[in-house]
């Protein structure tokens, strides 16, 4: 009994301590400063990206050309986590296979995602291509594409994803944002760089290699999310 | 094009991306490309190092915008030296693994050559970053390798121990980034130089709540006790070419890290000590352990440990002979710890139990082995003619100096438990009496070329300690001369 009021007194101890940090920062007041002088990174990407970048959704800048080694990085992360998962969860085809779905689902729900699936894909599409005019991009895009497939996938015990195709897909969007940056490389001497063709504000042609960028991204997350339920739910054996 | 330290990354995600593509065409690619890769890294390192030591730091900027804009990569001689040393490391062990498991069918090898390949790559990248963020992008990187990687034999153990790990290891990634977090709102950059110029104006609680988040995060990766209990069970879980890199790889980035933030973004009082009690805690608690441990695996990863800590406690003296010291002991330990997990798998693949006792009388199955083994045990204790008795002798003498005559005794004692555990092993395979029924598993050709060439390097460093100390001396000056790296990285 003792023991659980010293943890609690001290669990209580570091919520205060932590609370009154964190409350000393001011979140979200103002405190860029002058935006022609910039002397925090927030306030030279918001100058910058509508002004050399010609891309109007600041945040898309920020994650796919200011910081894109960071967003590399993230893709990898989730590239390598699908790679994790199907090492782990790989089935031998001699192994016992069991159904993935135990009822199944009515005509109603069958009819449904019939209509909602492609519905579904183009929004997707549509929120990955527009990343860099509207909020959103390829992260979000793939991820909605994903919950299509997800809503398939629960829906229809006979919907398998084609894993050749998503293997190459997911490969080709993989190079294509390496072979973006790469371009940036050997064309400006800076990987991911990127300065020609940038067009006009607004357009949906513009910020030169962001939205292509943003494409690959968008396609990659999707596959691999999909991927990632795809292994979790099927249990099917992998025909080779 | 010209090489540039950004090759370092590109070149592994390149390869990691097109594998699956690659292996659908030939079959043998996926185990070819990850060497291919890793010697491209030699080749990167050895054009890349001259440079480096001519122009004392090399930074390069990504997407072209320059240094606090944007992330950029930079070249100190510590870390270039670093990246080397994993590189090389990274390509042996690249080598001796090339023949492993080939009695699987293609696809789990080419998941596991994938994730290897990455976690070399990510180690890398925390290593060459000059970016707080991108640092944290790269030890998600390696965390994410090291989590499947250590459940790739997907038995009861390696689930636990890769759970245990991937807890730990959100913990690590969480307060890491709560960390950044403060130091963001209160500098207004991510960029590590920026970072360290601006600090003197941070509050002393900011500054000390980051600093704490840092230390449990890093102190996470870079096995301080007592957040280490991840650290055995993850080494002994893995197939043995993923010990090897965790040994040699993973727990040299995860000093840098810690190292890097502590040294160069905070100006703390009290760091230093800090550094020396908590290494020679996790030295003492970690030698201890080792000599209970009756699974060969699990007691090299016990004295991972404990050379970790006499690596924090060499950083934490901080003079410049305790800084050369402790960046000679972390590539004598890379080098030394991958060699004895690499000699000690055929040990266990040839016994069938994973204890101890299946190494009675072993050498006469494996001389060649044993022999190795045992030069690799010495020398990590620290005996003369090898590398590993430089880097404890300039540890000790840089004790002395500071006139830290309870730290001399303590790693001494330390050393003394350190040297029964491993001559009692050694005792092992060349004096007991073989009892258990062994298997023939002869190493392979692949597998010799990559031990004999760590064997000749252990003893030729011990040799001739000159052939490297010029480029130490190099890498603790540029360690320890914060202005200039602010300066290089800035102007």
């Known amino acids: 009994m003792l023991k659980k009021y010293i943890i609690f007194a001290l669990i209580a101890v570091l919520g205060f301590y932590l609370a009154s940090t964190f409350k000393a920062i001011p979140f979200g007041a103002n405190r860029l400063g002058d935006l022609n002088n910039p002397e925090t990174v927030s306030a030279f990407y918001l100058q910058k990206s509508p002004e050399d970048l010609h891309v109007a959704n600041t945040i898309t800048a920020i994650v796919v050309n200011f910081r894109g080694f960071d967003t590399l990085g993230e893709v990898t992360v989730l590239f390598l986590a699908v790679t994790g998962l199907m090492s782990i969860l790989y089935r031998k085809e001699e192994e016992e296979t069991e159904e993935r779905l135990a009822i199944p689902s009515s005509s109603l729900v069958r009819t449904g995602a019939k209509i909602l699936f492609p519905l579904i894909l183009v929004l997707g599409i549509y929120v990955f291509v527009h990343g860099h005019l509207t909020p959103g991009g390829g992260f979000q895009g793939g991820a909605i594409i994903a919950t299509g497939f997800l809503l398939m996938l629960i829906t229809y015990k006979t919907f398998y994803t084609n894993h050749n195709v998503m293997t190459w897909l997911e490969s080709i969007a993989g190079l294509g944002f390496v072979a973006a940056g790469l371009y940036g490389l050997i064309v400006y001497g800076s990987f991911l760089q990127n300065t020609a063709w940038t067009g006009n504000l607004n357009d949906l042609i513009s910020g030169g290699l962001i939205p292509l960028i943003y494409i690959f991204i968008g396609i990659k997350v999707g596959t691999e999310l999909t991927s990632v339920l795809d292994t979790l739910l099927n249990i099917k054996p992998r025909k080779k | ?491």
């Open chain 2, 1 to 491: 094009m010209v090489i540039s330290p950004v090759h370092y990354i590109v070149a592994p995600l390149l390869a990691a991306f097109a594998i699956a593509l690659l292996a659908k065409i030939y079959k043998n690619a996926a185990r070819l490309v990850p060497g291919i890769v890793l010697f491209y890294n030699i080749i990167v390192s050895l054009v890349l190092m001259p440079q480096v030591l001519e122009k004392g730091m090399i930074s390069e900027v990504i997407a072209g915008w320059k240094a606090p804009w944007g992330i950029n990569l930079v070249l100190t001689p510590f870390s270039a030296f670093l990246a080397t040393s994993v590189s090389v490391i990274g390509f042996a062990i690249w080598l001796y693994g090339y023949k492993f498991k080939v009695r699987l069918k293609g696809g789990e090898v080419k998941y596991y050559e994938i994730l290897q390949m990455m976690m070399i790559a990510g180690s890398l990248g925390v290593i060459i970053t000059g970016d707080l963020f991108n640092m944290f992008v790269f030890i998600e990187i390696v965390g994410i390798t090291a989590y499947s990687l250590t459940a790739f034999y997907r038995g009861r153990d390696g689930a636990e121990a890769s759970f245990k790990y991937l807890l730990i290891g959100s913990l690590a990634s969480t307060f890491l980034l709560l960390g950044i977090l403060i130091i963001y709102t209160q500098t207004g950059t991510l960029n590590m130089a920026q970072i360290a110029e601006r600090m003197p104006m941070v509050p002393q609680t900011m500054k000390i709540t980051a600093l704490i988040f840092f230390l449990i995060a890093l102190g996470i990766e870079a096995e301080m006790f007592p957040m280490n209990g991840w650290a055995p069970d993850a080494y002994s879980q893995a197939p043995s070419p993923t010990s090897a890199v965790f040994a040699a790889v993973v727990s040299v980035a995860g000093v840098y890290a810690l190292i890097r933030v502590t040294f160069t973004l905070f100006d703390v009082e009290g760091i230093h000590q800090y550094l020396i009690v908590m290494g020679f805690v996790t030295m003492l608690v970690a030698e201890i352990s080792a000599v209970a441990q009756a699974n060969l695996k699990r007691m090299l990863a016990y004295s991972s440990l404990g050379q970790m800590g006499l690596v924090l406690i060499a950083f934490g003296i901080g003079s410049h002979l305790a800084v050369f010291g402790a960046i000679f002991l972390m590539l004598n330990h890379a080098v030394i710890k991958a060699l004895l997990f690499m000699s000690g798998s055929y040990f266990i693949y040839n016994s069938e139990d994973k204890r101890l006792v299946g190494l009675n009388g072993i050498h006469k199955r494996l001389p060649f082995v044993s022999a190795i083994f045992s030069i690799a045990a010495f020398a990590i204790v620290g005996f003369p003619p090898f590398s590993g008795f430089w880097s404890k002798f300039y540890i000790l003498i840089a004790a002395g100096d500071k006139n830290m005559i309870i730290l001399i005794i303590g790693i001494l004692m330390v050393t003394i438990i350190e040297l029964v555990y491993y001559l009692r092993t050694v005792a092992r395979i060349y004096f007991y009496k073989d009892e258990v029924e062994h298997t023939e598993h002869r190493p392979s050709i692949n597998a010799i070329i990559s031990m004999s060439f760590m064997t000749l390097f252990i003893i030729v460093i011990g040799v001739y300690p000159d052939l490297i100390s010029g480029y130490l001396h190099q890498a603790a000056d540029s360690l320890l001369d914060k202005a200039n790296y602010i300066q290089h990285i800035l102007k």
